[in-house]
């Protein structure tokens, strides 16, 4: 089985992305203009989870910016309020925080529990498959204790709790030896090229959707309106707009105050 480095450099991997490339840009309809920022929105998400799991700091300040226009074009407030800020603030840590900066750099924005490459997971992530779920307890946390000094010391000490939870499993033999990602599990593989398998029958039996000068749901055949249609195939270039028009305004001049619950756009 090759590896995914020798694949993407066989001669026959380079002729079908330019077959690609050349079919996207030939007039083709709307479909294929929204299919296309699908596949781009998806490969940005592929790379930002391609980041976390190799440690790649600036790859991650990369996709978090390109992320940004997407979220102001379909109104996640929360995301574009926080996560704009967030990114500013990581982009000047060579000035303001230099050895957070190099802690960053060394991959240290994730944590890598395990001697395999390509498996960090987020901070978040690792608290939950780790202490959250070691100190778990029936019925949850919430209302454990009335007692609100009995609660903290709950909190405090679950870590210690977590710790020897941890311990004991190894002892007993509980701990998985294999610390492969499930992905790479040959179940897994066969299973996701079964997936595939189908999904490309599937779309063999389809008559080519790109002909049409309309879009239109492909699993119902439903054609959407022009206003619909409109506002799918200029959402990027309207979130773009949207989110230099927020960077100036609440984050460079400061015009506005950068959390107000005013509308974004």
Same mark, same amino acid.
């Given at each position: 089985?090759?590896?995914? @480095?020798?694949?993407?450099?066989?001669?026959?991997?380079?002729?079908?992305?330019?077959?690609?490339?050349?079919?996207?840009?030939?007039? !083709? =309809?709307?479909?294929?203009?929204?299919? @296309?920022?699908?596949?781009?929105?998806?490969?940005?998400? +592929?790379?930002?989870?391609?980041?976390? +799991? /190799?440690?790649?700091?600036?790859? !991650?300040?990369?996709?978090?910016?390109?992320?940004?226009?997407?979220?102001?074009?379909?109104? +996640?407030?929360?995301?574009?309020?926080?996560?704009?800020?967030?990114?500013?603030?990581? @982009?000047?840590?060579?000035?303001?925080?230099?050895?957070?900066?190099?802690?960053?750099?060394?991959?240290?924005?994730?944590? /890598?529990?395990? =001697?395999? $490459? $390509?498996?960090?997971?987020?901070?978040?992530? &690792?608290?939950?498959? @780790?202490?959250?779920?070691?100190?778990?307890?029936?019925?949850?946390?919430?209302?454990?204790?009335?007692?609100?000094?009995?609660?903290?010391?709950?909190?405090?000490?679950?870590?210690? +709790?977590?710790?020897?939870?941890?311990? &004991?499993?190894?002892?007993?033999?509980?701990?998985?030896?294999?610390?492969?990602?499930?992905?790479? !599990?040959?179940?897994?593989?066969?299973?996701?090229?079964?997936?595939?398998?189908?999904?490309?029958?599937?779309?063999?039996? $389809?008559?080519?959707?790109?002909?049409?000068?309309?879009?239109?749901?492909?699993?119902? =055949? *439903?054609?959407?309106? /022009?206003? *619909?249609?409109?506002?799918?195939?200029?959402?990027?270039?309207? =979130?773009?707009?949207?989110?230099?028009?927020? $960077?100036?305004?609440?984050?460079?001049?400061?015009?506005?105050?950068?959390?107000?619950?005013?509308?974004?756009?």
């Amino acid at each position: 089985m090759y590896a995914v @480095t020798e694949l993407v450099s066989q001669p026959v991997f380079a002729d079908v992305c330019q077959e690609y490339d050349e079919f996207c840009s030939s007039p !083709h =309809g709307p479909m294929l203009s929204f299919w @296309t920022s699908y596949l781009e929105l998806v490969g940005l998400l +592929r790379r930002f989870l391609r980041a976390t +799991r /190799q440690g790649n700091w600036q790859l !991650h300040l990369q996709c978090v910016r390109e992320l940004l226009p997407w979220l102001f074009a379909y109104d +996640r407030t929360n995301y574009c309020r926080y996560l704009s800020a967030y990114w500013c603030e990581m @982009t000047l840590l060579p000035v303001t925080h230099p050895d957070a900066q190099a802690q960053m750099d060394r991959g240290e924005f994730a944590v /890598q529990r395990s =001697g395999h $490459f $390509f498996s960090r997971v987020p901070v978040d992530q &690792c608290l939950e498959q @780790t202490i959250n779920r070691d100190t778990r307890v029936s019925g949850g946390i919430i209302g454990i204790s009335m007692n609100a000094s009995a609660v903290q010391r709950w909190i405090l000490t679950s870590h210690i +709790r977590a710790e020897f939870t941890r311990c &004991c499993k190894e002892a007993a033999g509980m701990t998985p030896h294999d610390e492969a990602h499930k992905a790479l !599990h040959s179940a897994a593989i066969s299973a996701s090229i079964k997936s595939l398998q189908e999904v490309h029958l599937l779309l063999e039996s $389809f008559s080519n959707p790109f002909s049409d000068s309309y879009l239109f749901n492909i699993a119902s =055949g *439903v054609r959407a309106s /022009q206003e *619909v249609q409109h506002d799918l195939l200029s959402a990027l270039d309207k =979130g773009r707009v949207a989110c230099e028009q927020f $960077f100036r305004m609440r984050l460079y001049c400061q015009k506005m105050k950068t959390f107000t619950r005013s509308y974004l756009n």
